[in-house]
């Protein structure tokens, strides 16, 4: 697979990467996980050139980087440039986990190490902050990101759904080597201002859902599609009216997919790739069947005629997260005036 950079001064990884969440998160939570099967769809994407292992404390919570700790083991770690996130993890007050924001340092310093036992690694590659706590400045929160490199935990730092002013906040106080947003042609909100941001400041954009949750691949025609225990019930997106609504767009994707001799998976990925040299889908799976498509978008050529009918295609229909928007969660300080109370 061709390689870029995660920025100028960032490792190199596949111009592809693997979004592991899935694989123990979100999505169809009914149906039994094979680990060994899990395993062989990391080492695949591996032997693929997909570098990139994208994870988080909060997947799970913490199963996810359990997951991908075993199967980086035996000499696998030395493949991979793995990242993590933190920072839509706390915890209650009797110590349990749970969703919400958490943006304070004393949280970032706790959750590094434990991330990095979880993973079995004495570093990670990339450690990102997942999403911005209101409560905290951000100055604060990146301030100890920081500190995880400067003690040799994170080779590199970046941040989540985040806006040019944050970004420029957080590069006053230490490098940005990445952005991930979510990005794909029913999600283009971020190409207003901070992809092009990014562009011109050299800094990678990791873009998650590169696949609009798997509706561009044309799997689902109907709610009724959806697997009963999936996340994907509460987007407003895939609700029954927008999502009939939003075929169109698959159907329009099919029709270039044809066209060009690739499947529509491979064809959306392979716009989200065209948007600048340092962007980087990290598009999931759970099947050595699709990782094998996914990495075969790598290969697929489309022609500025392609990428322009594909830049016409409609907004959709529904906003991307609704009340499920992870920025949404209570915060550390909710939990703990619930706590008091």
């Known amino acids: 697979m061709r390689t870029t950079t995660l920025g100028p001064d960032g490792p190199e990884?596949?111009?592809?990467?693997l979004g592991c969440m899935g694989m123990s998160f979100s999505y169809d939570l009914a149906t039994p996980r094979d680990e060994a099967t899990l395993i062989s769809v990391i080492h695949q994407a591996l032997d693929a050139g997909m570098t990139?292992?994208?994870?988080?404390d909060v997947y799970g919570p913490f199963t996810n980087e359990e997951l991908l700790g075993r199967a980086l083991a035996g000499g696998h770690r030395e493949r991979a440039v793995l990242a993590t996130k933190v920072g839509t993890l706390t915890r209650d007050s009797e110590g349990n986990p749970v969703q919400g924001l958490d943006g304070r340092p004393e949280h970032v310093r706790r959750s590094i190490d434990e991330s990095l036992s979880r993973l079995g690694t004495d570093h990670v590659d990339l450690y990102q902050l997942h999403r911005v706590d209101p409560e905290v400045p951000i100055e604060e929160t990146w301030g100890a990101l920081a500190e995880t490199v400067a003690a040799g935990k994170a080779r590199h730092i970046g941040l989540s759904e985040v806006t040019v002013e944050q970004i420029e906040r957080a590069r006053s106080v230490h490098p940005v080597t990445?952005?991930?947003?979510?990005?794909s042609l029913w999600t283009r909100d971020w190409m207003t201002e901070v992809l092009p941001y990014c562009t011109e400041q050299g800094i990678a954009f990791l873009p998650y859902s590169p696949l609009g949750k798997g509706f561009l691949t044309g799997r689902f025609s109907s709610f009724d599609d959806l697997p009963v225990e999936d996340f994907r019930r509460r987007l407003p997106r895939f609700q029954q009216?927008?999502?009939r609504a939003n075929l169109d767009i698959a159907v329009r994707v099919r029709r270039i997919a044809e066209r060009v001799g690739a499947t529509p998976a491979q064809v959306a990925l392979a716009w989200v790739m065209a948007q600048g040299q340092y962007v980087v889908p990290i598009p999931g799976t759970k099947t050595p069947k699709y990782l094998a498509e996914n990495a075969g978008a790598a290969e697929v050529e489309l022609s500025p005629a392609d990428l322009a009918e594909l830049d016409a295609l409609p907004a959709p229909r529904g906003d991307r997260y609704g009340a499920a928007d992870p920025a949404r969660q209570p915060s550390w300080k909710d939990w703990s005036a619930a706590s008091r109370g």
Do not use: F, K, P, W
């Open 52 to 56: 990139l292992l994208d994870t988080a």
């Open 13 to 17: 990884v596949g111009v592809l990467g």
């Open 178 to 183: 990445s952005v991930q947003s979510e990005l």
């Open 241 to 243: 009216e927008a999502l």
